[in-house]
């Protein structure tokens, strides 16, 4: 028996290990063939999995002894993206926002560059979360969390523990060094339902009026809801840029690992220009096994994803549409960028996208007797001129990163948001705003929480 949300392809961007806790190594066997049997029939590279699976492997280790792992070299086309959880209720909850969370995002560097400390720059701290009630705000600067520093040893237990945490702050000093404060917030994590729709607002600048907005992922309805609030969120926001004639645009996608292929649809239909809903947003291929079958079963039509009509839509009105990158930017946020690209200009200023041009489902057993819950990658995407040439992301226009200084969005003290500001109005002056700023180095992360989302940077999810 299986359960297969709504062919439900998440084009999420790049999620770390799957999180498997407190699960009884014993060998199940009815478990085992489960698990081949899904993948035999549902991932896209099932032809390359090994003839002889070895059936004594717990389900984790046997799930990933199927995959056809990418290597740089021998396997450059391969999956960097499938990934098993012990609960599969628990993994569907988190595909639509709902964990248990402080609701604290931050990104890990090594402070300083060469040691074996850590810190943690806060990008975002949910609204109503733990987080955001006890006064966490973007740019806050974590240097220990439980009075314990943070190391290359330590960190992953100290940040991704779901217990209650000390953090102690730091500070940036007027050499752009860090110090400790002593300062300390304490946060319990919860269940928590995120809101992905975090911030929007417009500018003007003579003949320009710009909206911004950003969009942390890609999720239509509240875990269990089939209402489509966000994305109903989304309508509204566009209805009020189309309200205001705003005729530049600014999606701020630095942090969005993906989400669900319905809602990068429905932006996509707010955005694109001349579009109808005749028009081909995507196209998903399947493996071998399944193409023929969907096809005499569906016919052709059931490959291709079309935009569909929109009354908020601003694309005939814009003169710009730019889009906000950063290296935790992937999956369903590259399907929007690749499947505008044959209708419009897309102007991406950041840093490089992940490059998750594949397609994941959720996929459950009906009868409950296996708990697990597998997300394997099962299509390649393709844009309407049927180009998929993203897989080590999309290159910027404009190189821009972060600094350690962090601005509150819509401050245009915000590199990327001054780039963006710039080209748009085809002047210097937002740019050397924000040049004669002192901001810190750029610190390259090794990590972020983003990537503990469900699907963190794999999501591609077709509902």
């Known amino acids: 028996m299986r359960k297969v949300l709504p062919i439900v392809l998440v084009l999420v961007g790049f999620l770390s290990a ?13 478990t085992s063939k489960w698990i081949v049997e899904q993948m035999k029939t549902w991932y896209y590279w099932n032809d390359k999995m090994p003839a002889n699976p070895d059936l004594t492997l717990a389900p984790e280790a046997l799930f990933n002894s199927l995959l056809y792992k990418y290597d740089a070299t021998a396997r450059p086309d391969g999956d960097r993206f499938s990934w098993i959880e012990s609960d599969a209720d628990a993994l569907k909850a988190e595909l639509s926002g709902s964990t248990k969370t402080t609701g604290l995002e931050f990104r890990l560097f090594y402070y300083p560059t060469g040691g074996t400390n850590i810190m943690g720059l806060v990008t975002y ?25 943070l190391t290359a040893s330590n960190y992953y237990d100290l ?26 917030k304490s946060v ?47 309508d509204n926001v566009f209805a009020d840029f189309k309200s205001k004639n705003v005729n530049s645009l600014i999606l701020d996608l630095r942090y969005n690992p993906g989400g669900y ?52 839509n601003i694309g005939s009105g814009l003169k710009n549409l730019i889009i906000l990158t950063s290296n935790r930017t ?22 490089q996208t992940v490059g998750k041009n594949v ?27 049927k180009q998929s040439d993203y897989s080590k992301g999309f290159t910027p226009d404009v190189t821009v990163r972060e600094g350690l200084r962090l601005y509150p969005y819509g401050n245009i003290k915000d590199p990327l ?44 999810f077709d509902k």
């Open 359 to 385: 397609g994941s489902i959720t996929i459950s057993d009906d009868s409950k007797k296996v708990k697990w819950g597998l997300q394997p990658i099962v299509t390649k995407s393709f844009n309407s001129l």
């Open 261 to 312: 292929v319905s809602s990068a649809t429905n932006l996509a239909s707010l955005i694109g220009k001349g579009i109808t809903n005749n028009d081909i947003f995507y196209y998903k291929e399947y493996n071998t096994t399944l193409t023929p079958a969907f096809e005499k079963r569906y016919g052709k039509d059931y490959f291709l994803e079309k935009f569909s009509s929109k009354s908020q």
């Open 188 to 234: 319990t994590p919860v269940s928590f339902q995120e809101d992905p729709v975090f911030f929007d607002t417009t500018f003007q600048y003579g003949s320009n009026t710009v909206g911004y907005l950003v969009y942390h992922q890609f999720i239509a309805s509240k875990s269990g809801s089939e209402k489509k609030e966000y994305d109903q969120k989304v």
């Open 125 to 149: 701290a949910l609204p109503g979360s733990p987080a955001a009630i006890a006064g966490f705000k973007r740019g806050d600067i974590i240097t220990r969390i439980d009075d314990k520093q």
């Open 330 to 351: 992937a999956s369903a946020s590259e399907l929007l960028i690749n499947g505008l690209k044959p209708f419009m200009t897309v102007t991406v200023i950041g840093d």
């Open 18 to 30: 799957c999180r498997e806790k407190n699960v009884d190594p014993a060998t199940d066997v009815e």
């Open 159 to 184: 940040v991704y523990s779901d217990a209650a945490k000390k953090y102690t702050l730091g500070a940036l000093n007027e050499q752009d060094a860090i110090i400790e404060t002593s300062e300390t």
């Open 417 to 460: 948001l001054a780039e963006a500001l710039s080209k748009i109005t085809g002047s210097q002056f937002v740019r050397k705003k924000a040049e004669q700023l002192r901001t810190a180095e750029f610190a390259e992360d090794f990590s972020s929480t983003i990537e503990n989302k469900a699907g963190g940077s794999n999501m591609f």
